[in-house]
């Protein structure tokens, strides 16, 4: 691989990632859970620390193993490649192709939201609850266009990447300035539950980074600067997005929005019937730019992967464009399946507790890697450890637990899905043991 991306392209990698369509819709669902504006504030600033804590747990291990596959290479080379697979197995099912499916489903939501024709057509396809709609189709079509433009060499995914995550931070930080500015009545209110399902899936991704360590320039260095400024930068406007939401809207307003579309909402009271326009412009941005980040990213673990004798063997190879094609068009192909689903929500919780699940275990190989190997070359050691990492462990373990007592209809297909890897593993490594 060649290093084409510097510190920049990963920083804006890390929060184009990141900055989907979660922020925009999340904190209705939040807000009908906690009733309270005090607790919508608390989860997402726990949320915060949580983030944080895990990128930078991760920068130490991104520092002792600087190579493509990121979070896959390290869970194989602290805990053997039994565990790795089972982490790349989910990747590929739920995590990055499940996250994709539900991001290009909320952009092709927000563009029926421009185009009203497209919630109104008939559906193209129904059978029982089963359904194919024009909304699904779109999501379909953008992944695929996003697929084909990174198939052109990483320099086309990383000018894509930069253009649209340099604007919705820009768009951003201009709803938060007039939020501010143009909204005087400020209406607080004072339990927290399970909650943590939105703003944590709002909050994830920005491991994508790592699984293009191959391609950063000094990525001992510049992956972990890349992972603490884009986390720090997110979760700040995302506390201050919330903010403006409870400075626009009342308690009820933010729980009971239309279809949950609680930054349409905000954005009206703040910008008049003109506001809606511009909100679903900038989700259908936000969501065009994320989707990329996550296409750019995921196709690497795949290549890792294959080179180690754990995925299709196809994955292996880089087009003359000097990236892995096949690799980005079976990530393409299976996340257009999951798209059929249109099971925003379904996804939505599943994949958080999957993904906390793989962040723990990481997490806990910081700890471990440190009593077991404690004279290996750290370019760069974890601050405050262990405090750090054993707060995300806490963090972590509490948010999964909730998850599971509370919403176990979607926490446990996911957990089975995990392990129905195992036969897979096993049958793929079947020559090698005999």
Request: charged share 15%; proline share 3%; with cysteine.
């Given at each position: 691989?060649?290093?084409?991306?510097?510190?920049?392209?990963?920083?804006?990698?890390?929060?184009?990632?990141?900055?989907?369509?979660?922020?925009?819709?999340?904190?209705?669902?939040?807000?009908?859970?906690?009733?309270?504006?005090?607790?919508?504030?608390?989860?997402?600033?726990?949320?915060?620390?949580?983030?944080?804590?895990?990128?930078?747990?991760?920068?130490?291990?991104?520092?002792?193993?600087?190579?493509?596959?990121?979070?896959?290479?390290?869970?194989?080379?602290?805990?053997?490649?039994?565990?790795?697979?089972?982490?790349?197995?989910?990747?590929?099912?739920?995590?990055?192709?499940?996250?994709?499916?539900?991001?290009?489903?909320?952009?092709?939501?927000?563009?029926?939201?421009?185009?009203?024709?497209?919630?109104?057509?008939?559906?193209?396809?129904?059978?029982?609850?089963?359904?194919?709609?024009?909304?699904?189709i779109l999501s379909i079509a953008v992944i695929i266009l996003l697929t084909y433009i990174n198939t052109k060499g990483v320099k086309?995914?990383?000018?894509?990447?930069?253009?649209?995550?340099?604007?919705?931070?820009?768009?951003?930080?201009?709803?938060?300035?007039?939020?501010?500015?143009?909204?005087?009545?400020?209406?607080?209110v004072s339990k927290m539950g399970f909650a943590m399902v939105g703003s944590v899936f709002s909050s994830v991704a920005w491991e994508?980074?790592?699984?293009?360590?191959?391609?950063?320039?000094?990525?001992?260095?510049?992956?972990?600067?890349?992972?603490?400024?884009?986390?720090?930068?997110?979760?700040?406007?995302?506390?201050?997005?919330?903010?403006?939401?409870?400075?626009?809207?009342?308690?009820?307003?933010?729980?009971?929005?239309?279809?949950?579309?609680?930054?349409?909402?905000?954005?009206?009271?703040?910008?008049?019937?003109?506001?809606?326009?511009?909100?679903?412009?900038?989700?259908?941005?936000?969501?065009?730019?994320?989707?990329?980040?996550?296409?750019?990213?995921?196709?690497?673990?795949?290549?890792?992967?294959?080179?180690?004798?754990?995925?299709?063997?196809?994955?292996?190879?880089?087009?003359?464009?000097?990236?892995?094609?096949?690799?980005?068009?079976?990530?393409?192909?299976?996340?257009?399946?999951?798209?059929?689903?249109?099971?925003?929500?379904?996804?939505?919780?599943?994949?958080?507790?999957?993904?906390?699940?793989?962040?723990?275990?990481?997490?806990?190989?910081?700890?471990?890697?440190?009593?077991?190997?404690?004279?290996?070359?750290?370019?760069?050691?974890t601050w405050l450890y262990p405090i750090t990492p054993i707060l995300y462990l806490f963090i972590g373990t509490a948010f999964c637990?909730?998850?599971?007592?509370?919403?176990?209809?979607?926490?446990?297909?996911?957990?089975?899905?995990?392990?129905?890897?195992?036969?897979?593993?096993?049958?793929?490594?079947?020559?090698?043991?005999?």
């Amino acid at each position: 691989m060649q290093r084409k991306l510097k510190l920049w392209d990963a920083t804006m990698l890390v929060m184009g990632s990141m900055i989907g369509s979660g922020i925009f819709i999340v904190s209705s669902d939040m807000m009908r859970n906690l009733g309270s504006g005090y607790w919508l504030i608390a989860v997402w600033l726990i949320t915060g620390i949580m983030t944080v804590a895990a990128a930078i747990s991760y920068g130490e291990l991104s520092a002792m193993f600087p190579r493509a596959g990121g979070q896959y290479t390290y869970i194989t080379e602290i805990f053997g490649k039994m565990t790795g697979f089972l982490y790349g197995w989910g990747l590929f099912t739920v995590i990055q192709t499940g996250t994709i499916a539900a991001v290009a489903m909320a952009f092709g939501k927000f563009t029926a939201y421009l185009i009203p024709a497209l919630n109104d057509a008939a559906p193209i396809f129904q059978s029982g609850k089963f359904q194919i709609t024009w909304i699904q189709i779109l999501s379909i079509a953008v992944i695929i266009l996003l697929t084909y433009i990174n198939t052109k060499g990483v320099k086309s995914g990383k000018f894509l990447q930069n253009v649209f995550t340099g604007s919705k931070i820009l768009a951003l930080i201009g709803i938060i300035i007039f939020g501010f500015w143009f909204v005087k009545d400020s209406q607080w209110v004072s339990k927290m539950g399970f909650a943590m399902v939105g703003s944590v899936f709002s909050s994830v991704a920005w491991e994508n980074v790592t699984f293009v360590s191959g391609e950063i320039e000094n990525p001992k260095k510049n992956v972990v600067k890349a992972m603490v400024l884009g986390t720090v930068s997110v979760m700040a406007l995302y506390l201050l997005v919330n903010f403006v939401y409870l400075n626009a809207l009342d308690r009820d307003s933010i729980g009971f929005a239309a279809n949950d579309r609680v930054a349409v909402a905000a954005s009206e009271k703040i910008f008049g019937s003109a506001g809606t326009i511009i909100m679903a412009v900038l989700v259908m941005i936000s969501t065009f730019g994320c989707i990329n980040g996550l296409v750019l990213a995921g196709a690497r673990v795949f290549q890792t992967m294959a080179k180690d004798g754990l995925f299709f063997k196809q994955a292996i190879e880089n087009n003359k464009n000097d990236v892995p094609e096949k690799s980005l068009w079976m990530q393409g192909i299976w996340a257009s399946v999951l798209a059929l689903s249109g099971q925003y929500g379904d996804l939505l919780d599943m994949i958080s507790f999957v993904i906390v699940l793989f962040y723990m275990i990481t997490v806990f190989g910081v700890i471990y890697m440190r009593i077991k190997q404690p004279d290996l070359e750290r370019p760069y050691k974890t601050w405050l450890y262990p405090i750090t990492p054993i707060l995300y462990l806490f963090i972590g373990t509490a948010f999964c637990v909730l998850l599971i007592w509370f919403k176990p209809q979607y926490t446990w297909p996911g957990f089975l899905l995990i392990l129905l890897g195992l036969p897979v593993y096993w049958f793929i490594n079947r020559k090698k043991v005999e």
